[in-house]
């Protein structure tokens, strides 16, 4: 077994043969823990008051470190999970209603233009994302895993469970339009990460499976926690892959979206002053 001298403490042992140019991932750990370690100390170390309060307005719960429970200076405990599974401490996220309306608004723009360059190279980029998954894993597989390989995992689960990747980019088109048709909408990157991130993740969450067993049928229903950074990455993969879609046609589906609900609109009103006439 490689392992160098007997007398070298572990963290510095190599798991693969020596003088072949591969990292160990146990001196890759030990980095990470030393710089997680400093950043800690970091944080720590910067100055407070004890009566700091959250900054959310009309909260005025201590913040966590004033509290001894974090080394948040700036949210308290209940505004920091907000924050953890919304991407706002302020606003939370939108409706599975109104994402749906436009999603399915987007899927016909993306129908009726399949052949756009920009289309074609986004949903190109999400096939990317499920080729590059890896093998797919269980729900109930994941603890363990950091962040990063969550993320990597969703899209193997969307793989699984055969989501077009034409349903994934209309989902953060929809996301795109919703919060730039929103006057108070909180415009920060990390929000349309995380609400991104939230809608794809609804598309394939899960794991399910079934038993027959002597004293009857055993159910094991296991969803992964929609929160956290694993959204953050989700949220920047997907971003990534459709930016320049976003960047070159959001404005013009936009406008098509628009026109269309007023001809809806003006067939409805049609229809119902025609009903009106019939029953005078």
Not at 14 to 25: D, F, I, L, M, Q
């Amino acid at each position: 077994m490689w392992g160098g001298a007997p007398h070298t403490p572990l963290s510095y042992r190599h798991p693969v043969p020596p003088h072949t140019g591969a990292v160990s991932p146990i001196m890759v750990n030990y980095d990470t823990r030393r710089r997680r370690a400093r950043n800690v100390a970091m944080r720590a170390a910067l100055p407070f008051r004890p009566d700091d309060r959250c900054v959310v307005f009309g909260c005025g719960s201590l913040t966590r470190k004033a509290a001894s429970k974090g080394l948040d200076g700036r949210l308290c405990r209940r505004h920091a999970d907000y924050h953890s599974r919304h991407g706002s401490p302020y606003k939370g996220s939108y409706g599975a209603g109104i994402i749906n309306r436009y999603r399915d608004a987007v899927l016909a723009w993306l129908e009726a233009n399949s052949t756009d360059v920009w289309v074609v190279d986004a949903i190109g980029r999400v096939q990317g994302l499920y080729a590059r998954s890896g093998p797919f894993v269980e729900a109930y597989r994941l603890r363990g895993l950091s962040p990063r390989e969550r993320a990597t995992k969703l899209w193997a689960r969307l793989r699984r469970c055969e989501i077009d990747p034409k349903v994934v980019v209309a989902s953060a088109l929809a996301v795109e339009l919703v919060i730039s048709n929103d006057y108070q909408a909180v415009r920060t990157t990390e929000y349309r990460k995380v609400q991104v991130a939230k809608v794809v993740h609804r598309l394939a969450s899960g794991s399910h499976r079934k038993w027959n067993t002597e004293g009857g049928l055993v159910e094991l229903h296991k969803y992964p926690q929609s929160r956290g950074q694993v959204l953050r990455f989700v949220g920047a993969d997907l971003v990534l892959a459709t930016e320049l879609l976003v960047d070159a046609r959001l404005s013009t589906v936009n406008a098509a979206i628009a026109t269309a609900a007023v001809k809806s609109l003006s067939r409805r009103v049609a229809r119902r002053r025609s009903c009106e006439k019939e029953l005078a």
